[in-house]
């Protein structure tokens, strides 16, 4: 079993910035996906962004140009610096982990909330 745990959330100003920060409770084969998601009030959960053990990355449409996720792989942590934040980046944010990069994540975070708002 893994525990992701977040930090970072809170409420930002239109046209701020936040960084989110995820640190898992171990290493292995579970970590080699990690990545992040959100889900609005009445809207499904989606795909923010996610990155390899490698360093491949991948991103929504939504947040393209705004995000950008990494990783420190020797403190099992991934990070999301999102910019430019909308009033529609207003959503719980939750880490992901998993052995694979195009597979649904196995573990999840307890959720961060972001309010973007003035």
Same mark, same amino acid.
């Given at each position: 079993?893994?525990?992701?745990?977040? !930090?970072? +959330? #809170?409420?930002?100003?239109? /046209?701020? $910035?936040?960084?989110?920060?995820? &640190?898992? %409770? =171990?290493?292995?084969?579970?970590?080699?996906?990690?990545?992040?998601?959100?889900?609005?009030?009445?809207?499904?959960?989606?795909?923010?962004?996610?990155? !390899?053990? +490698? #360093?491949?990355?991948?991103? /929504?449409? $939504?947040?393209?140009?705004?995000? &950008?996720? %990494? =990783?420190?792989?020797?403190?099992?942590?991934?990070?999301?610096?999102?910019?430019?934040?909308?009033?529609?980046?207003?959503?719980?944010?939750?880490?992901?982990?998993?052995?694979?990069?195009?597979?649904?994540?196995?573990?999840?975070?307890?959720?961060?909330?972001?309010?973007?708002?003035?």
């Amino acid at each position: 079993q893994v525990q992701l745990v977040e !930090s970072g +959330g #809170g409420l930002v100003q239109p /046209g701020g $910035s936040l960084r989110l920060s995820c &640190t898992a %409770s =171990r290493s292995g084969f579970s970590l080699n996906a990690m990545g992040w998601y959100r889900q609005a009030p009445g809207k499904e959960r989606e795909m923010v962004a996610r990155m !390899s053990l +490698g #360093g491949s990355t991948t991103y /929504g449409d $939504s947040v393209k140009g705004r995000a &950008t996720i %990494s =990783r420190d792989n020797a403190k099992n942590t991934v990070y999301l610096q999102m910019n430019s934040l909308k009033p529609e980046d207003t959503a719980v944010y939750y880490c992901s982990a998993g052995p694979s990069p195009i597979a649904t994540p196995t573990y999840w975070g307890q959720g961060s909330q972001v309010t973007v708002s003035s």
